[in-house]
């Protein structure tokens, strides 16, 4: 049993098919990456499994356990967590408020324990504050943890989306195009960044990325989407060597 | 670990056992403080401290709603009638004379926001999926229907309701105490909410609510709370005031009163709590002030508004509080310049 397994997942938007019958197993520690062009049904893919859309077909299963027909928040508590290819912090807010939210789901006191502030919720505010500096000193955030996240630097975002994905305490992280708009140096440590979070903290990580050199580079396993279509599936040197993928994706500028 | 990291990690300052007898301390206090101020202070000026008093506690509740969690609610009045009629209705049918009077206050006022709750749930559970104008435009209707319920209602089984003609001859309780006691929790409340590890789940869904559903916030649930908490307090509120001016008009919940409270809760600027007290002084007093004018008074009170929006957008205190609080900062850049903020103010 794998981690994450999907099959035969497929959506249809009115007559248009995003995604048709893909699958994709995930283990531990593992990171695979999925490309395609443009409109290729990448992020479409990650918002089923996440359960912003329902899937026409097929299933998609966590510790063996399917998540289908689950909201967004419970597939959350179940440990899928992720990123947004356009940024989507919670702009007005601190940079630690926004890792805060992330540790909402662990909370174990309610209304009441908030409002009298009873032991419980003063040892677990405590305990949550100490773990979003710990977690923002890790990604070298601790320095702007009093910022509003909107006057962050573009790269700082990225990497403040991904602390507040790990605050929820995943198994699986979904990182949707997270070096776009970063400078060559920034992916490079983008890329370190990715696999030091694998290492330290044991997750499976799927990752969508554009750029063919740091995708190449870092993930083990490859999954290309055309149209909605799988067109290769396999390590980066057998994918490179797809024509298929030459021509869907290689080939065009990007 | 940054020196920033540690300053903010030693904030909370005093033992919570202390602050919370400091509190019980102060709730307590405000009896002998209103029995004084109710022997010094002229009538007229006692009844503007009431109405203050009324008014802070229906502009913090709705800030949870409209400012915090940032569900755009006009239906705050429908609310407080419920709230209103629950305790006027009760007060008035069982009369409670010389000891009872503090049990029975207590109890019509919690009833009263118990029921004006349960309303908020009743109208929330469906219209929270609604966004923006949609939800605006629901919560204006359910206020509507609360009128005309109430005034097509004469009695309910043995209890006197009073229809179109209005409630009178309830016996006035309520005093400074109840009033400031009532609005002091409220206070306390919301704000323990919007400044906790668990409340932090209102300001995220208010910022972005697909991201804050991917990161584990049950939204429906915290939208809903909030509404049900929010519509708990303009219930209490609505209660305080039926026992302090021992009538009650069924047309004075109407969609003017609630216009009145979002007033407040912009002006004092969205998502602040002590920008909605601030506010609701001002827009309490100031009405008063100008009633020598009465002619002028809607239109001065329009021009206060219109001067915000062209001034402080973003309200008097825009999101933030009068004193800085642990996890914040003020932001460089004040949000007011910021096109951005501007245009989720508008919307
Ligand atoms: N909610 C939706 N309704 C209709 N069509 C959609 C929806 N979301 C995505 N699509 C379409 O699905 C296709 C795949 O989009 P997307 O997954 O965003 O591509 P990408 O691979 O670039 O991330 C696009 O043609 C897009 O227009
Ligand atoms: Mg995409």
Same mark, same amino acid.
């Given at each position: 049993?794998?981690?994450?397994?999907?099959?035969?997942?497929?959506?249809?938007?009115?007559?248009?098919?995003?995604?048709?019958?893909?699958?994709?197993?995930?283990?531990?520690?593992?990171?695979?990456?999925?490309?395609?062009?443009?409109?290729?049904?990448?992020?479409?893919?990650?918002?089923?499994?996440?359960?912003?859309?329902?899937?026409?077909?097929?299933?998609?299963?966590?510790?063996?356990?399917?998540? *289908?027909?689950?909201?967004?928040?419970?597939?959350?508590?179940?440990?899928?967590?992720?990123?947004?290819?356009?940024?989507?912090?919670?702009?007005?807010?601190?940079?630690?408020?926004?890792?805060? *939210?992330?540790?909402?789901?662990?909370?174990?006191?309610?209304?009441?324990?908030? *409002?009298?502030?009873?032991? &419980?919720?003063?040892?677990?505010?405590?305990?949550?504050?100490? &773990?979003?500096?710990?977690?923002?000193?890790?990604?070298?955030?601790?320095?702007?943890?009093?910022?509003?996240?909107?006057?962050?630097?573009?790269?700082?975002?990225?990497?403040?989306?991904?602390?507040?994905?790990?605050?929820?305490?995943?198994?699986?992280?979904?990182?949707? +195009?997270?070096?776009?708009?970063?400078?060559?140096?920034?992916?490079?440590?983008?890329?370190?960044?990715?696999?030091?979070? &694998?290492?330290?903290?044991?997750?499976?990580?799927?990752?969508? +990325?554009?750029?063919?050199?740091?995708?190449?580079?870092?993930?083990? &396993?490859?999954?290309?989407?055309?149209?909605?279509?799988?067109?290769?599936?396999?390590?980066?040197?057998?994918?490179?060597?797809?024509?298929?993928?030459?021509?869907?994706?290689?080939?065009?500028?990007? | 670990?940054?020196?920033?990291?540690?300053?903010?990690?030693?904030?909370?300052?005093?033992?919570?056992?202390?602050?919370?007898?400091?509190?019980?301390?102060?709730?307590?206090?405000?009896?002998?403080?209103?029995?004084?101020?109710?022997?010094?202070?002229?009538?007229?000026?006692?009844?503007?401290?009431?109405?203050?008093?009324?008014?802070?506690?229906?502009?913090?509740?709705?800030?949870?709603?409209?400012?915090?969690?940032?569900?755009?609610?006009?239906?705050?009045?429908?609310?407080?009638?419920?709230?209103?009629?629950?305790?006027?209705?009760?007060?008035?049918?069982?009369?409670?004379?010389?000891?009872?009077?503090?049990?029975?206050?207590?109890?019509?006022?919690?009833?009263?926001?118990?029921?004006?709750?349960?309303?908020?749930?009743?109208?929330?559970?469906?219209?929270?999926?609604?966004?923006?104008?949609?939800?605006?435009?629901?919560?204006?209707?359910?206020?509507?229907?609360?009128?005309?319920?109430?005034?097509?209602?004469?009695?309910?089984?043995?209890?006197?309701?009073?229809?179109?003609?209005?409630?009178?001859?309830?016996?006035?309780?309520?005093?400074?105490?109840?009033?400031?006691?009532?609005?002091?929790?409220?206070?306390?409340?919301?704000?323990?909410?919007?400044?906790?590890?668990?409340?932090?789940?209102?300001?995220?869904?208010?910022?972005?609510?697909?991201?804050?559903?991917?990161?584990?916030?049950?939204?429906?649930?915290?939208?809903?709370?909030?509404?049900?908490?929010?519509?708990?307090?303009?219930?209490?509120?609505?209660?305080?005031?039926?026992?302090?001016?021992?009538?009650?008009?069924?047309?004075?919940?109407?969609?003017?009163?609630?216009?009145?409270?979002?007033?407040?809760?912009?002006?004092?600027?969205?998502?602040?709590?002590?920008?909605?007290?601030?506010?609701?002084?001002?827009?309490?007093?100031?009405?008063?002030?100008?009633?020598?004018?009465?002619?002028?008074?809607?239109?001065?009170?329009?021009?206060?508004?219109?001067?915000?929006?062209?001034?402080?957008?973003?309200?008097?205190?825009?999101?933030?509080?009068?004193?800085?609080?642990?996890?914040?900062?003020?932001?460089?850049?004040?949000?007011?310049?910021?096109?951005?903020?501007?245009?989720?103010?508008?919307?």
């Amino acid at each position: 049993m794998s981690l994450l397994e999907i099959s035969n997942l497929s959506v249809v938007f009115g007559g248009l098919k995003a995604l048709c019958d893909f699958d994709l197993t995930l283990e531990q520690g593992e990171l695979v990456g999925l490309i395609g062009p443009n409109g290729a049904g990448k992020t479409t893919t990650f918002n089923i499994v996440t359960g912003v859309y329902r899937p026409t077909a097929g299933d998609v299963r966590l510790d063996g356990r399917s998540i *289908v027909g689950f909201k967004p928040h419970q597939i959350n508590h179940r440990g899928i967590a992720r990123t947004f290819q356009n940024i989507r912090l919670f702009a007005g807010m601190s940079v630690l408020d926004n890792v805060l *939210v992330g540790f909402n789901q662990s909370l174990r006191h309610g209304f009441a324990g908030t *409002v009298f502030r009873t032991p &419980r919720h003063q040892h677990e505010d405590q305990r949550n504050q100490d &773990r979003a500096v710990e977690l923002l000193s890790t990604l070298g955030l601790d320095d702007r943890a009093m910022e509003i996240a909107h006057n962050l630097p573009y790269g700082d975002q990225r990497r403040l989306e991904i602390a507040r994905a790990l605050a929820t305490n995943p198994k699986v992280l979904l990182l949707d +195009e997270p070096a776009a708009g970063m400078n060559p140096q920034e992916k490079i440590e983008l890329s370190g960044l990715i696999e030091m979070i &694998r290492q330290r903290f044991g997750v499976g990580i799927w990752l969508i +990325e554009h750029d063919m050199k740091l995708v190449m580079s870092i993930c083990q &396993r490859l999954t290309v989407l055309d149209h909605g279509q799988v067109i290769a599936v396999g390590t980066p040197e057998q994918v490179r060597a797809d024509p298929r993928v030459c021509e869907a994706y290689l080939g065009e500028p990007t | 670990m940054s020196v920033n990291a540690l300053t903010f990690r030693r904030l909370p300052q005093l033992p919570v056992w202390v602050i919370n007898l400091a509190l019980t301390a102060i709730l307590a206090g405000l009896w002998p403080l209103g029995r004084v101020l109710e022997h010094q202070l002229n009538p007229y000026f006692l009844q503007i401290l009431i109405l203050v008093g009324i008014n802070i506690m229906l502009a913090v509740s709705l800030n949870l709603v409209n400012g915090i969690t940032g569900q755009f609610s006009l239906g705050h009045a429908g609310f407080m009638a419920v709230g209103a009629y629950a305790a006027g209705v009760l007060l008035r049918h069982y009369q409670p004379q010389g000891w009872e009077i503090p049990l029975v206050m207590l109890g019509v006022l919690c009833l009263g926001g118990v029921l004006a709750a349960l309303a908020g749930l009743v109208v929330g559970i469906p219209t929270l999926r609604l966004q923006g104008d949609y939800l605006a435009i629901a919560t204006l209707g359910f206020g509507e229907i609360i009128n005309v319920v109430i005034i097509n209602t004469e009695s309910v089984g043995s209890f006197y309701v009073g229809g179109s003609a209005g409630l009178h001859g309830i016996p006035i309780h309520a005093n400074f105490f109840w009033t400031f006691g009532a609005a002091l929790i409220c206070i306390v409340c919301v704000w323990r909410l919007a400044y906790s590890n668990k409340g932090k789940a209102f300001a995220a869904i208010r910022e972005d609510e697909i991201a804050a559903g991917a990161m584990g916030v049950n939204t429906t649930y915290y939208k809903v709370a909030a509404f049900a908490i929010g519509a708990f307090f303009a219930g209490v509120a609505g209660g305080v005031s039926a026992t302090w001016f021992g009538n009650l008009d069924p047309e004075s919940f109407r969609f003017m009163r609630s216009i009145e409270i979002v007033a407040m809760v912009v002006l004092g600027g969205s998502g602040s709590i002590t920008g909605a007290i601030l506010a609701a002084v001002v827009l309490t007093w100031l009405p008063e002030q100008l009633r020598a004018v009465q002619e002028w008074r809607l239109v001065i009170y329009a021009l206060v508004l219109i001067l915000m929006m062209i001034f402080r957008p973003a309200g008097l205190l825009g999101n933030r509080e009068l004193w800085p609080i642990p996890g914040r900062r003020r932001p460089g850049p004040s949000p007011t310049a910021d096109p951005d903020s501007r245009q989720r103010m508008m919307a």
